[in-house]
């Protein structure tokens, strides 16, 4: 594989974290978990699986849902391959740590997945599918707001303005915080620019913003959390 594509995993990756990266990602508390949460984009992450499981009212959003179960189940198995295959590509881009080591991190993804694919069969209710900038929820539904690694991830694609018109979306069906990590492009590239003039409309159109530091780094210098909410 080429640096090219190290730098750029191709179509939209649907992954699948764990709780416990989310957890790390989101300097997640038991108290956040206690109003209903929202994960946009979940991919075929475990959170609201796990999230459930431990008396959370989680619901996760992304537009593959839109595929049949037990299709979705072999695609998303496929994906994480597909994504491991990119992070091995760029090994030397990420902090390993938090994983132990790289068969770690390749063991995890996969574990997540079919977690995942187990509970949309099991409970589809919990499994909206959609896309930003447009969500089917209403204003306020939830207390909190997770979006991992779409927003920011994916700059090479999604301009300014997409990001705007998502993160007031996000903002529109959040009546707590909105959390976004990481505030990195997938090849690892601080966006600072991009985020200041962004954050900087945000704050004129009356949102409370704040880049808070987490205690999770697994792309190089990927260890801040965007932090948004309206005043
Ligand atoms: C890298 S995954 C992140 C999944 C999960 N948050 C995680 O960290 O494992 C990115 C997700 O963005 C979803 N996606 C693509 N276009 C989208 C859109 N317009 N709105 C919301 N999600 C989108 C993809 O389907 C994919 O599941």
Do not use: K
């Amino acid at each position: 594989m080429s640096s090219t594509d190290a730098d750029n995993v191709g179509e939209y990756l649907v992954s699948a974290r764990s709780f416990a990266e989310y957890e790390a990602m989101f300097s997640l508390r038991p108290t956040d978990l206690a109003g209903r949460v929202l994960d946009c984009p979940a991919g075929a992450s475990s959170f609201i699986a796990h999230a459930a499981r431990i008396g959370a009212l989680a619901t996760a959003v992304d537009p593959v849902y839109a595929i049949a179960p037990l299709e979705l189940r072999q695609f998303v198995l496929g994906e994480q391959d597909r994504g491991s295959a990119h992070t091995i590509a760029g090994s030397d881009r990420y902090v390993w740590d938090f994983y132990g080591d790289r068969d770690g991190h390749r063991e995890m993804r996969p574990a997540s997945a079919v977690m995942f694919a187990d509970d949309i069969a099991a409970h589809p209710e919990r499994y909206v599918a959609g896309s930003l900038p447009a969500l089917p929820f209403d204003d306020g539904q939830f207390d909190l707001v997770l979006s991992s690694h779409f927003l920011f991830t994916y700059a090479d694609r999604l301009d300014s303005e997409f990001h705007q018109r998502a993160l007031v979306e996000l903002l529109r069906v959040c009546r707590g915080e909105v959390r976004v990590f990481p505030l990195l492009d997938q090849g690892g590239h601080a966006l600072g620019p991009m985020i200041e003039e962004l954050l900087g409309r945000l704050r004129h159109g009356g949102t409370t913003t704040e880049v808070r530091p987490v205690a999770y780094e697994f792309q190089r210098g990927g260890n801040q959390m965007l932090v948004l909410s309206a005043r």
